[in-house]
Each structure stands twice: as C-alpha cells, then as structure tokens.
C-alpha cells in the first residue's frame, strides 16, 4: 500500500505500479487528507475487498487544467470488485478528507467544499 499528498505532478502508472501484481485480473483507476485519512480509507477498502491493494495520491497547490489532481488505483482478482473498491475509494476520499479546492472563473472565485461552491471572499 502507498499514500501521498504532494504539491508535485502525479503519476497514476507509478500508483498503477504499486497495485499490479500476478493475481489482479483487474486495475481500476480514477485520476481527476490528511495522510492518516487516505490511509483510513485503504483499510476500510481492504476490510471490505480483502484481495484488494490500494495506492492513492492527493495533489495540493496551484493545478493548471489537464492536470491531474487526485489518483486512486486498486487492484483486485476481478473488474467487477476492482471498479466498486476504486469508486467507494474516490467517494470516501471526496467526502471525508479536509481538502478543499478554490476554483477560478469568469464570473468569480470560489472555494469548492465537497460538492458545493461557495463564493470567495477577499
């Protein structure tokens, strides 16, 4: 298992990398916390897919558009188990870990908390 938060580039191949092995017939990612929060999750998603391996990656900072912000990858035995571990990851991931994103647009900034934009102040 890998966890990351990093202000750099991510690679979802490097983290597709970690989860690869001889008995994963399936890798499913999702490319788009605390450290102690994504490692949460990758327990919860191994208590409910034990086969499972999971490596995930948050980037903060300044992202231009096209960049890839946010890589979950888990591996398992089969696709059908690989897409529900990899979607409930990203759901969990998006609901629960305090990263929030600020969001420029012509018509204002806004702070983006979970699925909802607010207006910036200041």
Do not use: N
Not at 15 to 36: K, M, N, Q
Not at 60 to 72: D, H, N, P, Q
Request: hydrophobic share 40%; charged share 30%.
């Amino acid at each position: 298992m890998r966890y990351d938060v990093t202000t750099g580039p991510i690679d979802a191949r490097e983290l597709e990398a970690v989860v690869t092995h001889p008995g994963a017939g399936a890798i499913c990612t999702f490319s788009g916390i605390v450290r102690d929060q994504m490692r949460k999750i990758g327990d919860e998603i191994k208590e409910r897919w034990p086969a499972a391996r999971v490596a995930m990656a948050h980037r903060t900072g300044k992202l231009e558009i096209g960049e890839v912000s946010v890589v979950v990858s888990v591996s398992c035995p089969h696709r059908h188990e690989a897409f529900e571990a990899c979607r409930w990851g990203i759901d969990r991931l998006k609901e629960s870990v305090p990263i929030w994103k600020k969001e420029h647009a012509a018509d204002g900034t806004y702070w983006i908390e979970g699925d909802e934009a607010k207006p910036a102040t200041g």
